[in-house]
């Protein structure tokens, strides 16, 4: 079977940085994505590692390392507004499972 | 601008009514999917669809059947509501076998079942 596992909240002060770690077991793996969700929103798509090692986009990077089935989202210089929920989530062929999500409380 | 369109935001409706979800992505995507999403369990694939008139079941299927008749259009369908299937319903799409791990997501439709 498919499973991911990540820590199901995270708080951190505004201007720090903070991980989100997710463990993964699966078949038929493509690639490790990251997804935002504000309460009352729908999710959106943040990042994707289909390789092994780090992936930046401005304040947000994604790590991914297969061989550990680990990754990781690394958010800097952080914001109240992302104060939100993160999810992990894998790639298979045509289907895309997520884990449980972590919440990030981003305190002033 | 990419969108993926839920028919319902919220719906009510009574155990043992037959419900329909219907979505619409206007990107030309050929896979759709249709998850729901309740707290503590994140998003959970119900059926997905890589072509017209093509289904596969996820990780939750029962009590839950899908149709694509058209490649825009994928419909979640509850024979029997239940209780139990109060929830959020997200519906995604993405491009083909370009499985970059993007899925655009709709706006969710919560379902509440009495």
């Known amino acids: 079977g498919q499973s991911l596992e990540q820590p199901s909240e995270v708080t951190a002060v505004e201007g720090a940085i903070v991980q989100i770690n997710c463990t993964y077991q699966t078949s038929g793996f493509y690639g490790l994505s990251w997804y935002q969700q504000h309460d009352g929103g729908a999710p959106t798509f943040l990042s994707y590692n289909a390789l092994d090692g780090l992936e930046e986009t401005g304040r947000f990077s994604s790590f991914l390392s297969r061989s550990d089935s680990y990754g990781y989202l690394l958010l800097q210089e952080l914001q109240m507004k992302d104060s939100a929920s993160y999810f992990c989530?894998?790639?298979?062929?045509?289907?895309?499972?997520f884990g449980a999500g972590t919440r990030l409380f981003v305190k002033a | 601008d990419v969108k993926v369109t839920q028919s319902s935001r919220y719906l009510v409706k009574r155990t043992g009514e037959k419900v329909f979800l219907e979505c619409v992505q206007d990107m030309d995507h050929e896979n759709m999917f249709w998850y729901r999403q309740d707290p503590g369990l994140g998003l959970r694939l119900i059926y997905f669809s890589y072509d017209v008139k093509m289904k596969e079941k996820g990780d939750i299927p029962e009590g839950y059947s899908v149709s694509r008749e058209k490649k825009e259009r994928f419909s979640l369908i509850l024979e029997s509501a239940s209780t139990n299937q109060t929830s959020m319903y997200l519906c995604?799409?993405?491009?083909?076998?370009?499985?970059?791990?993007?899925?655009?997501f709709g706006e969710g439709s919560r379902l509440t079942v009495l």
């Open positions: 989530a894998v790639s298979g062929g045509f289907k895309t499972i």
């Open positions: 995604a799409s993405s491009r083909g076998q370009d499985n970059t791990g993007e899925l655009f």
